[in-house]
């Protein structure tokens, strides 16, 4: 099993930028499909970021096109969420997620990731 452990997150203004990053441990990533999920107090877990084991597709909800950027460096089995143009409505616990796939494919429901870090905190000011 993969250990993932979220960092980079904290308090900015609105229409300030953060890196969020998401270190694996265990065994190397190069095969797992990435994920990048977030909570929000009272709501559930929803879909922000998705990557296929080769980076070579992503996928975002609707609300952060445009604004945020997924990636991976398999070298330092890390992946990243590039956040800018943040908003008040991005605050959330955002959490990193994994799934070992055979191809080039990814789902998008939290649902399809077996392994999860612990979280790291995201909060925009107004």
């Known amino acids: 099993q993969v250990q993932l452990v979220e960092s980079g997150g904290g308090l900015v203004q609105s229409g300030g930028s953060l890196r969020l990053s998401c270190a694996a441990s265990g065994r190397t990533f190069s095969s797992d499909a990435l994920g990048w999920f977030r909570q929000a107090p009272g709501k559930e877990r929803e879909f922000v970021a998705t990557?296929?084991?080769?980076?070579?597709?992503?996928y975002y909800t609707d609300s952060v096109k445009g604004r945020f950027t997924i990636s991976r460096d398999n070298a330092k089995n890390t992946v990243y969420l590039q956040m800018n143009s943040l908003k008040p409505e991005d605050t959330a616990v955002y959490y990193c997620?994994?799934?070992?796939?055979?191809?080039?494919?990814?789902?998008?429901?939290?649902?399809?990731?077996?392994?999860w870090g612990q979280g790291t905190q995201v909060t925009v000011s107004s």
């Open positions: 990557i296929v084991r080769s980076g070579g597709s992503a």
């Open positions: 997620a994994a799934r070992q796939t055979y191809g080039d494919y990814v789902m998008n429901s939290p649902t399809w990731f077996p392994s």
